[in-house]
């Protein structure tokens, strides 16, 4: 039996839509726990029965969650309720150097079995724009830099696409091994035999290109955050370039200039 055609939500402009009204639904059932992270939403049928309302606009409803990274669309298969963004937390203490541990694998919350971080390739430094990049920051020539690139997995999923370079080579055959999982941070400096300290960090966004996208499983142009910065040695030397784009749709940054 039909309900009433979604309502507009107090507080919402008016001639919004009969499709987005529809999503705004099903976002407070999601948001109120109606339908709980991984759950499947009732079919086509079933919600334009239920809401009165023909089935484009069902379908507009659903891509435009979709959009929002609210569900996750899988084809032949259903529409699932995306899990909660991982909050990746980074300390900021201003009286002091940090030491560089690989933040990322101390803040992400516990994953299953087979989660962590794995090497993908250890490909040669030919002098594209990400390798000069790398060179200008760590004040050295492209062929004298080496470079290994990962992907950190949790729950599951591929979640962040990682690529480091440092100012030492070759790096030991074991490392650089498809499939070696370790912390990349650690498992490099003891490579160098050096301890490493932030340098900088800083935060951006792009839209994933076919490599991220084929890494991550995304599709090409998805909002991926960015870190990347520099880590040195405890005399200032500069030690370690670090690339990280993440799955925007799934993880957020999260400063604590506080002792928690």
């Known amino acids: 039996m039909a309900t009433n055609p979604p309502s507009t939500p107090p507080g919402t402009p008016p001639n ?3 499709y987005r009204r529809l999503a705004r639904q099903l976002q407070e059932r999601i948001d109120a726990g109606g339908y709980p ?10 919600l334009s029965a239920e809401f009165g309302v023909n089935r484009l606009t069902v379908r507009q409803a659903v891509a435009e969650l979709e959009r929002a990274a609210v569900v996750e669309i899988r084809r032949g298969v259903g529409t ?12 900021v203490d201003p009286r002091s150097q940090r030491f560089d541990l690989g933040s990322v694998h101390d803040a992400l919350p516990e994953g299953d079995q087979g989660d962590g971080e794995f090497v993908v390739s ?33 729950r599951g999923r591929a979640r962040a696409a990682c690529s480091y370079w440092v100012p030492f080579g070759p790096l030991p055959a074991e490392l650089v091994r498809p499939g070696h999982a370790g912390n990349l941070v650690l498992d490099l400096a003891r490579a160098a035999g050096v301890e490493l300290e932030y340098d900088w960090r800083a935060f951006g966004a792009i839209g994933a290109d076919l490599a991220d996208a084929e890494l ?13 910065g520099v880590s040195c040695t405890p005399d200032g030397t500069p030690a370690l370039y670090v690339r990280r784009r ?10 604590h200039f506080r002792e928690r």
């Open 16 to 18: 919004i839509p009969l």
């Open 37 to 46: 992270a991984g759950a499947r939403l009732p079919s086509e049928p079933e």
């Open 80 to 91: 699932f309720v995306r899990p909660p963004a991982v909050r990746v937390s980074i300390a």
């Open 122 to 154: 250890a490909p040669p430094v030919t002098g594209s724009a990400e390798d000069e990049e790398a060179a200008r920051q760590l004040g050295r020539t492209p062929r004298e830099l080496s470079r290994v690139d990962s992907v950190i997995r949790l």
């Open 216 to 228: 991550l499983g995304v599709p090409a142009g998805t909002p991926l955050l960015v870190r990347e």
């Open 246 to 255: 993440i799955d925007g749709s799934s993880a957020r940054f999260v400063l």
